[in-house]
């Protein structure tokens, strides 16, 4: 990825990019037929200073307008004549037929001093052989590897960020791709101090490597000015940190397939000798140099014009759901059926090519279509001039990735009007890693992000070796807490008791925190009084000890659960009747849940005398038989007002409910409870289940399944019925369970250790049956609450478009787990200091 630029000495301006004007032939220009002409000069030039004041002051503007001049056009910097070369044809004659013939220009031979000899600064037979060295990095069978390093680095980059943060796109794009290219070509990893020495020194690199290519002697390049002491001082840092990846990759036992493995395996052919410390780190540091910047600043871009264009992200995320699941590693195959993703990339690469300007110096005379140029002639392009030709280009500042389609003028232009990565045999090597690097990268941030603008902090153009994307702040949001108006009618006023409760745990195992990746911050009283919820709460407290569930003695402890906060927080629209069912509800099976912490966990027996009583009311049988609790012997008698409250409760849930809904609801109640049942026998014989197995058994034990259908006695009356039927629910309900069920699982993970019985905990049957550590188990507990999070959001999208009139049920489903992820990172109920029974 050459990138060489010329010096900006005045502010950038915020101003929207300029463009070329379209072609025409003016008095006195060369006609066509004419053999061998001398490129006409651009009008304007100034005594002793020719036409550098007008590139200096907006050279993009300046050079798009020299295209109406003819294909070629001499300009003067000073004493210096360049051409320009602005027909597109005429540029890919130079990068491929003229290759040879016009080397790199003198731009570029200053950055040898930081680059050395290597594949970026070598021409000829020596460049041939350092890209024969290199191509196997960039080969296709290494695609897929890097693919699946691109997504876990931007995961995790992204998982670190937070809901509300501000982020300076520019910054965090940069370190993004800087961490991608260390990761995936170097297998080595960056301390973020080194990482933040490489972003400071390269503006002082580049500005150098400008000043010092304009100057009339290169002796002055050796004085101490103050510019080529930081050109100087950012050369050893860039070293430095190369140097760093380098040795941290060969220490680690990294790939024989990375960068600097391949190239120390190697040998010169024109010595037969091994290439030396010097090639090693040449190479090394034109990939950190040039596989940063660049992609960094379109992937700036391309937010930027997303924050611009909604309808185009919304498709986007459209397209991801059908071809590239939420959570899963992108694959080669993937990535090529995300065609409109591709035209959106193209698109940001036209309208913002990342190198502003490219030079070739003539070693000998040659001709550019009917233009003679003499030897010794420096010859400019501006790919960013290229691809704003109005020409080729109708509406050249209009973001339009349709342009992009078959049959769309981008597409019908031909391959050399558009060249953002060259062209011939100095075409960027790593333009396939470019191109998955940008798509994997947008995708997973977009998945799990979205971003909304902040004021006065949009992008504008700064041109310097790049036409980068300087001053974008975004406000980052969960994606999916935001995608539709909220229901709820006020917004949250922080509280004490919120404070509070945002601050109980700072080490939070699931990503984001309190309010993870795709969550909103729950709204425990965002439609009801503030003291609604205290009032449930004191009642509850009642109707526990009313129903002899549990003594005086034992309810302090329990109320330390602060359970109907859960409540809270999950259901922020009920109040009155059906704010007490659900806090009762609640409170019932996690008394019933705590029973089985003792005997009746591990004595089928006893679990059954429990269990059957419950079950036959589902049934309506008759209450009481043989097999009652209260017919236990003495020593493991059940709560006395367990089945009596369960009665009630029943009765309370399902009075005002359709046949459907207590068919739907008897059966999920019946797959809870039984649960209990499978435990009990598991530990009784001795046995654990597999990983499936533990995972159906906990998504019905989570009780979550009968918490969604009250989700609808909350609301008054049953889903659409057509909703139901919609095997894209039933996947969302399982997520919903599944989510909500891990999330537990992490919190109560050393509670349930300390229980005498096998606990059927997510995490530690991840640890048994993979044989991993008990962090990477949980760690993988916790890359699963995110995919199933992530594939939520894309679920209830896609049903929020058939079925509008479901949406308060769609968004239970989140409130839900949101809820559950509140209150459990909260909650003492987990911090008890040993077994129950």
Same mark, same amino acid.
């Given at each position: 990825?050459?990138?060489?630029a010329?010096?900006r000495?005045?502010?950038?301006?915020?101003a929207?990019?300029?463009?070329?004007?379209?072609?025409?032939?003016p008095?006195g220009?060369?006609?066509?037929g004419?053999?061998?002409?001398?490129?006409p000069?651009a009008?304007?030039?100034?005594p002793?200073?020719? =036409?550098?004041p007008?590139?200096?002051?907006?050279?993009?503007?300046f050079?798009?307008s020299?295209?109406?001049?003819?294909?070629?056009?001499?300009?003067?910097?000073?004493?210096?004549?360049?051409?320009?070369?602005?027909?597109?044809?005429?540029?890919?004659?130079?990068?491929?037929?003229?290759? =040879?013939?016009c080397p790199?220009?003198?731009?570029q +031979?200053?950055l040898?001093?930081?680059?050395?000899?290597g594949?970026?600064?070598?021409?000829?037979?020596?460049?041939?052989?350092?890209?024969r060295?290199?191509?196997p990095?960039f080969?296709?069978?290494?695609?897929?590897e890097?693919?699946?390093v691109?997504?876990?680095?931007?995961?995790?980059?992204?998982?670190? /960020?937070?809901p509300?943060q501000?982020?300076?796109?520019?910054?965090?794009?940069?370190?993004?791709?800087l961490?991608?290219v260390?990761?995936?070509?170097?297998?080595?990893?960056?301390?973020?101090?080194?990482?933040?020495? %490489?972003h400071?020194?390269?503006?002082?690199?580049?500005?150098g490597?400008i000043?010092?290519?304009?100057?009339?002697?290169?002796a002055?390049a050796?004085?101490?000015?103050p510019?080529?002491?930081?050109?100087?001082?950012?050369?050893?840092?860039?070293?430095r940190v190369?140097?760093?990846a380098?040795?941290g990759g060969?220490?680690?036992?990294?790939?024989?397939?990375?960068?600097?493995a391949?190239l120390?395996?190697?040998? #010169?052919?024109a010595?037969?000798?091994?290439?030396?410390a010097a090639?090693?780190?040449s190479?090394?540091?034109?990939?950190?140099?040039?596989?940063?910047?660049?992609v960094?600043?379109?992937?700036?871009w391309?937010f930027?014009?997303?924050?611009?264009?909604?309808?185009?992200?919304?498709?986007?995320?459209?397209?991801?759901?059908?071809?590239?699941?939420?959570g899963t590693?992108?694959?080669?195959?993937a990535?090529?059926?995300?065609g409109?993703?591709?035209?959106?990339?193209?698109?940001v690469?036209?309208?913002?090519a990342?190198?502003a300007?490219?030079?070739?110096?003539?070693?000998?005379p040659?001709?550019?279509?009917?233009y003679?140029?003499?030897?010794?002639?420096?010859?400019?392009?501006?790919?960013?001039a290229l691809?704003? +030709?109005?020409?080729l280009h109708?509406e050249?500042?209009?973001?339009?990735? +349709?342009?992009?389609?078959?049959d769309?003028?981008a597409?019908t232009?031909?391959?050399?009007?558009?060249?953002? %990565?060259?062209?011939?045999?100095?075409k960027c090597? *790593?333009e396939?890693?470019?191109?998955?690097?940008?798509?994997?990268?947008?995708?997973?941030?977009?998945?799990?992000?979205?971003?909304?603008?902040v004021?006065?902090?949009?992008?504008?153009?700064?041109?310097?070796?790049?036409?980068?994307?300087?001053?974008?702040?975004?406000?980052?949001?969960?994606?999916?807490?935001d995608?539709r108006?909220?229901?709820?009618?006020?917004p949250?006023?922080?509280?004490?008791?919120?404070?509070?409760?945002?601050?109980?745990?700072?080490?939070?195992?699931?990503?984001g925190?309190?309010?993870?990746?795709?969550?909103?911050?729950?709204?425990?009283?965002?439609?009801?009084?503030?003291?609604?919820?205290?009032?449930?709460?004191?009642?509850?407290?009642? /109707?526990?000890?009313?129903?002899?569930?549990l003594?005086?003695?034992?309810l302090?402890?329990?109320?330390a659960?602060?359970l109907?906060?859960?409540?809270?927080?999950a259901?922020?629209?009920?109040r009155?009747?059906?704010? #007490?069912?659900?806090?009762?509800?609640?409170?019932w099976?996690?008394?019933l849940?705590d029973? %089985?912490?003792?005997?009746?966990?591990?004595?089928?027996?006893?679990a059954?005398?429990?269990?059957?009583?419950?079950?036959?009311?589902?049934?309506?049988q008759?209450?009481?038989s043989?097999?009652?609790?209260?017919?236990?012997?003495?020593?493991?008698p059940?709560?006395?007002?367990?089945? #009596?409250?369960?009665q009630?409760? /029943?009765?309370?849930?399902?009075?005002?409910?359709?046949p459907a809904?207590?068919a739907r609801?008897?059966?999920?109640?019946?797959?809870?409870?039984?649960?209990?049942?499978?435990e009990?026998?598991?530990?009784?014989?001795?046995?654990?289940?597999?990983?499936?197995?533990?995972?159906?058994?906990?998504?019905?034990?989570?009780?979550l399944?009968?918490?969604?259908?009250?989700?609808?006695?909350?609301?008054?009356?049953?889903?659409?019925?057509?909703?139901?039927?919609?095997p894209?629910?039933?996947?969302?309900?399982?997520?919903?369970?599944?989510?909500?069920?891990?999330?537990?699982?992490?919190?109560?993970?050393?509670?349930?250790e300390?229980?005498?019985?096998?606990?059927?905990?997510?995490?530690?049957?991840?640890?048994?049956?993979?044989?991993?550590?008990?962090?990477?188990?949980?760690?993988?507990?916790?890359?699963?609450?995110?995919?199933?999070?992530e594939?939520?959001?894309?679920l209830?999208?896609?049903l929020?478009? +058939? =079925?509008?009139? *479901?949406?308060?049920?769609?968004?239970?489903?989140?409130?839900l787990?949101?809820g559950?992820?509140?209150?459990?990172s909260?909650?003492n109920r987990?911090?008890?200091?040993?077994p129950r029974?």
């Open positions: 990825m050459p990138r060489t010329l010096p000495t005045t502010p950038p301006k915020a929207a990019p300029r463009t070329a004007a379209p072609r025409s032939t008095p220009a060369p006609s066509p004419t053999p061998s002409a001398v490129p000069l009008p304007g030039a100034l002793g200073l020719g =036409h550098a007008a590139l200096l002051r907006d050279p993009l503007g050079l798009g020299l295209a109406r001049y003819g294909g070629v056009v001499r300009i003067r910097l000073g004493p210096r004549t360049v051409c320009v070369v602005t027909d597109p044809a005429l540029v890919h004659t130079l990068l491929v037929a003229l290759a =040879h013939d790199r220009g003198a731009v +031979d200053t040898k001093t930081a680059f050395g000899d594949l970026l600064m070598s021409e000829g037979v020596a460049h041939r052989d350092r890209r060295i290199l191509q990095a080969g296709p069978d290494r695609m897929a890097y693919l699946a691109m997504h876990q680095v931007t995961e995790e980059r992204a998982g670190h /960020w937070r509300g501000v982020l300076d796109v520019a910054k965090e794009m940069n370190h993004l791709a961490e991608i260390t990761r995936a070509l170097f297998d080595a990893r960056l301390g973020e101090d080194a990482a933040l020495a %490489f400071r020194a390269l503006p002082d690199l580049v500005k490597q000043v010092q290519s304009l100057y009339p002697h290169p002055l050796r004085l101490p000015l510019v080529n002491r930081r050109f100087d001082a950012a050369v050893r840092v860039l070293n190369v140097d760093q380098v040795r060969a220490r680690s036992g990294a790939s024989t397939g990375t960068l600097p391949l120390r395996a190697a040998t #010169d052919p010595t037969g000798r091994a290439l030396n090639d090693v780190r190479e090394a540091i034109t990939m950190f140099g040039a596989g940063t910047e660049t960094s600043t379109t992937l700036t391309l930027d014009e997303l924050l611009r264009h909604p309808q185009v992200e919304a498709r986007i995320l459209a397209e991801l759901d059908e071809h590239l699941p939420a590693v992108p694959t080669p195959e990535l090529a059926r995300l409109y993703t591709r035209s959106v990339t193209r698109e690469l036209r309208l913002h990342p190198n300007f490219l030079m070739r110096t003539a070693s000998v040659v001709e550019l279509g009917r003679r140029i003499p030897a010794g002639t420096e010859l400019l392009y501006s790919l960013t691809h704003r +030709d109005p020409a109708p050249p500042l209009r973001f339009d990735p +349709d342009r992009w389609r078959e769309g003028e597409a232009a031909g391959r050399q009007s558009f060249l953002p %990565f060259g062209a011939g045999k100095h090597i *790593g396939a890693f470019a191109w998955a690097e940008l798509t994997v990268a947008a995708a997973a941030i977009l998945r799990r992000w979205r971003p909304t603008a004021r006065g902090a949009r992008a504008r153009e700064v041109v310097w070796t790049t036409v980068q994307a300087q001053g974008l702040h975004v406000r980052l949001a969960p994606r999916g807490s995608t108006p909220p229901t709820s009618p006020a949250v006023r922080a509280t004490a008791t919120n404070r509070a409760t945002a601050t109980a745990r700072p080490a939070c195992p699931v990503p925190g309190a309010a993870a990746p795709g969550s909103v911050p729950p709204a425990p009283t965002a439609a009801r009084r503030p003291d609604e919820l205290r009032t449930a709460t004191a009642r509850h407290a009642g /109707w526990v000890l009313g129903h002899d569930l003594t005086a003695a034992e302090p402890r329990y109320q659960y602060a109907p906060k859960l409540i809270g927080h259901y922020p629209r009920a009155g009747a059906e704010l #007490d069912l659900l806090v009762d509800v609640l409170g099976f996690t008394i849940d029973r %089985f912490d003792g005997p009746p966990g591990h004595r089928p027996a006893q059954r005398a429990i269990v059957d009583p419950l079950l036959a009311v589902l049934d309506r008759a209450p009481h043989p097999t009652v609790p209260r017919a236990l012997p003495a020593q493991a059940p709560a006395p007002g367990l089945l #009596d409250a369960w009630e409760l /029943w009765h309370r849930q399902a009075e005002p409910m359709s809904w207590r609801a008897t059966r999920e109640w019946r797959a809870c409870l039984e649960t209990f049942l499978t009990s026998t598991h530990r009784a014989e001795g046995t654990t289940p597999g990983l499936a197995e533990t995972m159906r058994l906990r998504r019905h034990a989570s009780c399944y009968p918490f969604m259908n009250i989700l609808e006695r909350v609301h008054g009356g049953d889903a659409p019925a057509r909703l139901h039927a919609e894209a629910l039933h996947r969302l309900r399982a997520h919903t369970a599944d989510a909500a069920t891990l999330i537990n699982d992490l919190y109560s993970l050393e509670r349930e300390l229980q005498p019985a096998t606990a059927f905990n997510t995490v530690l049957t991840v640890q048994r049956v993979r044989g991993c550590t008990r962090r990477q188990a949980a760690r993988t507990v916790r890359d699963q609450i995110a995919r199933l999070r594939e939520s959001g894309t209830r999208r896609r929020l478009l +058939d =079925h509008p009139a *479901g949406q308060w049920y769609l968004d239970g489903t989140r409130e787990v949101d559950v992820l509140a209150w459990t909260t909650t987990y911090l008890s200091a040993g029974g």
